[in-house]
């Protein structure tokens, strides 16, 4: 065994230990790999609890699969690892947990899609849902090579998250990231929403990922409909276009907040999207307000 093999065997470990102790993970769920080199991968073995791994226990796979040595059998979560190397030369190590906040935004099907954080921006960009799939099927696969080529993350629907990077503990922090911005999103719209960063300052901190050494697997979507419906080419970020500046409250979920549970009409002028958004200029949410609180008042 190589020097290059022990560590990264010790990286596994160490990712499984630290999935367990932030209870990312319960049980025996989730799953680590890593390349190690052009025709060999290795990977977590199933049913063992990974926060109590020790590195013999790990399997070593070709990229069809096929087990090439190793005592116990690799995940069954696998062929989801295989495809994102298939369609990542660049990546070197998979992560898949079961975070719960980001598990829960999965399960209520709320992507990690606003510009909310400068970190997450500058480390992940936006973070879309992956359709469900059945576990352990091809299915799972399918939905997850559709967002792979332009996301290092990924929500699973009614399932959990999955990150890749440039090596295990590179992909392990980008799943801590996704923890950590879940938990605030889901505080934050508590507390009555959150402030979003404008289109232009979102570009300047795309600008600076070079610097951070987090390079970009793929551009922001000028407009949604560029980013494809069989493989997505591109990120798309809820960022409102706003020179004058950098943090815009969201308006849509202001409105849908002054509407309250009953949904009434919309004023007159007020579009609603397909998909839930809500249009309407400042002078309109400005008069709606204005008469929630009056209603209020009476």
Not at 120 to 149: D, Q
């Amino acid at each position: 065994m190589t020097r290059i093999e022990e560590q990264i065997r010790a990286d596994i470990v160490e990712a499984g230990r630290r999935l367990y102790a932030r209870a990312y993970i319960a049980s025996s769920d989730g799953n680590i790999s890593a390349r190690l080199d052009d025709r060999r991968l290795i990977t977590t073995p199933k049913s063992v609890c990974k926060g109590f791994m020790t590195p013999d226990m790990l399997v070593i796979v070709d990229y069809n699969g096929n087990k090439l040595a190793g005592e116990r059998d690799p995940s069954t979560e696998l062929p989801m690892h295989l495809e994102i190397y298939r369609n990542r030369p660049d990546v070197n190590a998979v992560v898949h947990a079961h975070p719960p906040n980001a598990t829960g935004f999965a399960v209520a099907g709320i992507p990690l899609t606003r510009a909310v954080l400068a970190e997450v921006i500058a480390t992940l960009g936006s973070i879309p849902i992956a359709a469900y799939g059945t576990p352990s099927t091809s299915e799972l696969p399918e939905a997850v090579r559709k967002y792979i080529k332009a996301h290092d993350g990924m929500l699973l629907a009614n399932h959990g998250a999955v990150t890749c990077g440039r090596d295990v503990l590179g992909a392990y922090y980008k799943m801590e990231t996704i923890e950590h911005f879940a938990k605030i999103s889901l505080v934050a719209r508590l507390l009555g929403g959150e402030h979003l960063i404008s289109r232009e300052e979102v570009e300047r901190l795309q600008g600076l990922r070079g610097i951070y050494g987090t390079p970009a697997p793929a551009p922001l979507c000028g407009d949604p409909s560029e980013a494809g419906t069989d493989q997505v080419v591109c990120q798309v970020l809820e960022a409102p276009e706003s020179p004058a500046q950098r943090l815009v409250p969201d308006v849509s979920l202001a409105l849908r907040q002054a509407r309250g549970p009953q949904r009434a009409s919309l004023p007159d002028g007020v579009e609603e999207s397909r998909d839930g958004e809500i249009r309407l200029t400042y002078g309109e949410l400005t008069a709606l307000i204005a008469d929630a609180v009056k209603t209020l008042k009476e």
